[in-house]
Protein backbone atom coordinates (compact mmCIF):
# COMPACT_ATOMS: atom_id res chain seq x y z
CA UNK A 1 0.00 0.00 0.00
CA UNK A 2 1.47 3.10 -0.67
CA UNK A 3 2.46 5.60 2.10
CA UNK A 4 3.20 8.91 0.72
CA UNK A 5 1.42 10.07 -2.10
CA UNK A 6 2.71 13.27 -3.87
CA UNK A 7 -0.06 13.47 -7.11
CA UNK A 8 1.07 17.26 -8.76
CA UNK A 9 2.53 17.15 -12.12
CA UNK A 10 5.33 19.24 -12.19
CA UNK A 11 5.48 22.80 -11.39
CA UNK A 12 6.94 26.09 -13.34
CA UNK A 13 7.30 28.62 -10.34
CA UNK A 14 7.83 32.52 -11.04
CA UNK A 15 11.55 33.72 -9.20
CA UNK A 16 10.26 35.24 -5.66
CA UNK A 17 7.23 33.73 -5.84
CA UNK A 18 5.87 31.26 -2.97
CA UNK A 19 5.25 27.27 -4.09
CA UNK A 20 3.45 25.06 -2.21
CA UNK A 21 4.07 20.95 -2.63
CA UNK A 22 1.87 18.94 -1.37
CA UNK A 23 2.24 15.28 0.37
CA UNK A 24 -0.01 13.07 2.00
CA UNK A 25 0.64 9.89 4.01
CA UNK A 26 -1.28 7.24 5.26
CA UNK A 27 -0.16 5.15 8.98
CA UNK A 28 -2.01 3.94 12.06
CA UNK A 29 1.27 4.77 14.34
CA UNK A 30 0.34 7.21 16.83
CA UNK A 31 4.01 8.46 16.74
CA UNK A 32 5.73 8.93 13.58
CA UNK A 33 7.80 11.37 11.16
CA UNK A 34 7.86 13.37 8.31
CA UNK A 35 10.89 14.48 6.35
CA UNK A 36 11.40 16.49 3.10
CA UNK A 37 13.95 16.32 0.55
CA UNK A 38 15.20 17.67 -2.32
CA UNK A 39 17.12 16.54 -5.28
CA UNK A 40 18.37 18.92 -7.70
CA UNK A 41 19.70 17.95 -11.36
CA UNK A 42 23.08 16.46 -9.89
CA UNK A 43 21.27 13.91 -7.96
CA UNK A 44 21.98 14.03 -4.58
CA UNK A 45 19.60 13.86 -1.74
CA UNK A 46 19.67 17.28 0.27
CA UNK A 47 17.92 17.23 3.70
CA UNK A 48 15.05 20.36 4.03
CA UNK A 49 13.24 19.85 7.20
CA UNK A 50 11.63 17.64 9.50
CA UNK A 51 8.34 17.22 11.56
CA UNK A 52 7.34 15.24 14.26
CA UNK A 53 4.28 13.79 14.28
CA UNK A 54 3.74 15.09 18.07
CA UNK A 55 5.47 19.09 17.33
CA UNK A 56 2.46 21.29 18.04
CA UNK A 57 4.18 23.98 15.84
CA UNK A 58 4.66 24.26 12.19
CA UNK A 59 8.49 23.52 11.66
CA UNK A 60 10.19 25.63 9.76
CA UNK A 61 14.08 26.02 8.35
CA UNK A 62 15.08 29.64 6.61
CA UNK A 63 12.54 29.67 3.50
CA UNK A 64 10.89 26.34 3.56
CA UNK A 65 8.19 25.64 6.11
CA UNK A 66 5.87 22.41 6.33
CA UNK A 67 1.99 23.24 6.87
CA UNK A 68 1.71 19.87 9.22
CA UNK A 69 -2.31 18.95 9.38
CA UNK A 70 -2.58 15.65 11.04
CA UNK A 71 -6.02 15.28 11.01
CA UNK A 72 -5.69 15.15 7.48
CA UNK A 73 -2.77 13.46 7.33
CA UNK A 74 -0.87 15.74 5.16
CA UNK A 75 2.11 17.60 5.00
CA UNK A 76 3.01 20.01 2.51
CA UNK A 77 6.33 21.98 2.21
CA UNK A 78 6.10 25.68 1.47
CA UNK A 79 8.78 27.64 -0.57
CA UNK A 80 8.97 30.77 0.06
CA UNK A 81 10.71 33.49 -2.00
CA UNK A 82 11.70 30.77 -4.89
CA UNK A 83 15.16 31.13 -6.25
CA UNK A 84 16.71 29.83 -8.87
CA UNK A 85 18.30 27.18 -7.44
CA UNK A 86 15.52 25.83 -5.68
CA UNK A 87 14.63 24.02 -9.06
CA UNK A 88 14.81 19.93 -8.29
CA UNK A 89 12.63 17.43 -7.35
CA UNK A 90 11.36 17.30 -3.91
CA UNK A 91 10.54 14.31 -1.88
CA UNK A 92 8.12 13.75 0.89
CA UNK A 93 9.09 10.97 3.00
CA UNK A 94 7.89 9.71 6.13
CA UNK A 95 9.64 7.21 8.58
CA UNK A 96 8.51 3.76 8.52
CA UNK A 97 10.52 1.29 10.54
CA UNK A 98 8.47 -0.40 12.67
CA UNK A 99 10.92 -1.65 15.65
CA UNK A 100 12.24 0.73 17.71
CA UNK A 101 15.37 2.89 15.96
CA UNK A 102 15.02 1.36 12.94
CA UNK A 103 14.39 4.87 10.85
CA UNK A 104 13.66 3.63 7.65
CA UNK A 105 12.08 5.73 5.39
CA UNK A 106 9.14 5.47 3.24
CA UNK A 107 9.37 7.94 0.00
CA UNK A 108 6.44 9.22 -2.52
CA UNK A 109 7.41 9.62 -5.85
CA UNK A 110 8.47 13.15 -6.25
CA UNK A 111 7.41 17.01 -7.14
CA UNK A 112 9.15 18.21 -10.07
CA UNK A 113 9.77 21.95 -9.37
CA UNK A 114 11.41 24.37 -12.68
CA UNK A 115 11.41 28.33 -11.14
CA UNK A 116 11.62 30.61 -13.99
CA UNK A 117 13.30 33.86 -14.06
CA UNK B 1 33.57 16.57 9.21
CA UNK B 2 32.97 14.69 5.63
CA UNK B 3 29.53 13.35 4.77
CA UNK B 4 28.14 9.85 3.71
CA UNK B 5 30.78 8.78 0.75
CA UNK B 6 29.57 6.32 -1.80
CA UNK B 7 31.73 4.77 -4.75
CA UNK B 8 32.15 4.81 -7.44
CA UNK B 9 29.67 7.37 -8.47
CA UNK B 10 28.90 5.77 -11.50
CA UNK B 11 29.24 2.15 -12.70
CA UNK B 12 28.79 0.45 -15.50
CA UNK B 13 28.92 -3.28 -15.98
CA UNK B 14 27.49 -6.14 -18.28
CA UNK B 15 24.76 -8.23 -17.77
CA UNK B 16 25.75 -11.27 -15.91
CA UNK B 17 28.49 -9.67 -13.99
CA UNK B 18 28.81 -8.60 -10.73
CA UNK B 19 28.10 -4.90 -8.83
CA UNK B 20 30.09 -3.45 -5.66
CA UNK B 21 28.83 -0.67 -4.14
CA UNK B 22 30.67 1.31 -1.52
CA UNK B 23 29.17 3.12 1.73
CA UNK B 24 31.58 5.05 4.08
CA UNK B 25 29.17 6.28 6.83
CA UNK B 26 29.76 9.61 8.65
CA UNK B 27 32.36 9.68 11.31
CA UNK B 28 30.71 8.34 14.75
CA UNK B 29 27.70 6.96 12.36
CA UNK B 30 27.12 3.08 12.65
CA UNK B 31 23.71 2.79 10.98
CA UNK B 32 23.33 2.39 7.54
CA UNK B 33 20.56 2.25 5.36
CA UNK B 34 20.64 1.28 1.30
CA UNK B 35 17.88 2.39 -0.97
CA UNK B 36 17.10 2.36 -4.66
CA UNK B 37 15.79 5.04 -6.92
CA UNK B 38 14.86 3.90 -10.89
CA UNK B 39 13.97 6.56 -13.42
CA UNK B 40 11.50 8.67 -12.73
CA UNK B 41 10.61 7.04 -8.90
CA UNK B 42 10.97 8.18 -5.62
CA UNK B 43 13.68 5.97 -3.02
CA UNK B 44 12.84 2.50 -1.99
CA UNK B 45 14.31 1.23 1.36
CA UNK B 46 16.36 -1.85 0.38
CA UNK B 47 18.65 -2.96 3.91
CA UNK B 48 19.21 -1.80 7.28
CA UNK B 49 22.06 -2.78 9.04
CA UNK B 50 24.49 -1.86 12.21
CA UNK B 51 27.68 -2.74 12.14
CA UNK B 52 28.16 -6.83 11.68
CA UNK B 53 24.19 -7.03 12.01
CA UNK B 54 21.08 -7.02 9.22
CA UNK B 55 18.73 -5.30 11.46
CA UNK B 56 15.83 -5.09 8.06
CA UNK B 57 16.14 -6.56 4.78
CA UNK B 58 12.79 -6.44 4.13
CA UNK B 59 13.30 -4.52 0.82
CA UNK B 60 16.00 -6.72 -0.88
CA UNK B 61 15.31 -8.69 -3.56
CA UNK B 62 15.02 -12.56 -2.82
CA UNK B 63 18.09 -13.49 -4.93
CA UNK B 64 21.37 -11.78 -6.26
CA UNK B 65 21.55 -9.11 -3.96
CA UNK B 66 23.30 -8.98 -0.45
CA UNK B 67 24.17 -6.45 1.94
CA UNK B 68 26.99 -6.09 4.83
CA UNK B 69 28.65 -3.69 7.23
CA UNK B 70 31.46 -5.12 8.74
CA UNK B 71 33.43 -3.70 12.18
CA UNK B 72 35.86 -2.16 9.82
CA UNK B 73 35.79 -0.52 7.01
CA UNK B 74 32.76 0.43 4.72
CA UNK B 75 29.00 -1.03 4.13
CA UNK B 76 29.42 -2.94 0.87
CA UNK B 77 25.80 -3.81 -1.43
CA UNK B 78 26.43 -6.40 -3.77
CA UNK B 79 24.39 -6.98 -6.87
CA UNK B 80 25.43 -10.62 -8.60
CA UNK B 81 24.62 -11.56 -11.96
CA UNK B 82 23.43 -8.22 -13.00
CA UNK B 83 20.48 -7.31 -14.89
CA UNK B 84 19.16 -4.77 -17.18
CA UNK B 85 16.95 -4.11 -14.70
CA UNK B 86 19.21 -3.36 -11.82
CA UNK B 87 20.14 -0.35 -13.66
CA UNK B 88 19.30 2.62 -11.05
CA UNK B 89 20.64 4.86 -8.78
CA UNK B 90 21.57 3.22 -5.28
CA UNK B 91 21.73 5.70 -2.56
CA UNK B 92 23.26 5.23 0.77
CA UNK B 93 22.10 6.96 3.96
CA UNK B 94 23.75 7.18 7.98
CA UNK B 95 22.57 8.07 11.11
CA UNK B 96 24.14 8.06 14.39
CA UNK B 97 23.60 5.42 17.23
CA UNK B 98 21.33 6.80 18.87
CA UNK B 99 16.90 6.05 19.74
CA UNK B 100 14.06 7.59 18.32
CA UNK B 101 13.39 10.47 15.49
CA UNK B 102 17.08 10.43 14.00
CA UNK B 103 17.87 12.29 10.61
CA UNK B 104 19.64 10.28 7.89
CA UNK B 105 22.48 12.06 6.10
CA UNK B 106 22.28 10.40 2.59
CA UNK B 107 25.54 9.86 0.29
CA UNK B 108 25.85 11.04 -3.56
CA UNK B 109 24.65 7.67 -4.65
CA UNK B 110 25.88 5.40 -6.93
CA UNK B 111 24.88 5.01 -10.81
CA UNK B 112 24.55 1.90 -11.78
CA UNK B 113 24.06 1.38 -15.80
CA UNK B 114 23.65 -2.47 -17.21
CA UNK B 115 24.49 -2.79 -21.07
Known amino acids: AQKITQTQPGMFVQEKEAVTLDCTYD???????LFWYKQPSSGEMIFLIY??????QNATEGRYSLNFQKARKSANLVISASQLGDSAMYFC??????????????FGKGNQVVVIP | NAGVMQNPRHLVRRRGQEARLRCSPM?????VYWYRQLPEEGLKFMVY????????ESGMPKERFSAEFPKEGPSILRIQQVVRGDSAAYFC?????????????FGPGTRLTVL
Open chain 2, 27 to 31: KGHSH
Open chain 1, 93 to 106: AMREGGSYGNNRLA
Open chain 1, 27 to 33: TSDQSYG
Open chain 2, 93 to 105: ASSPPRAGEVEQF
Open chain 2, 49 to 56: LQKENIID
Open chain 1, 51 to 56: QGSYDE
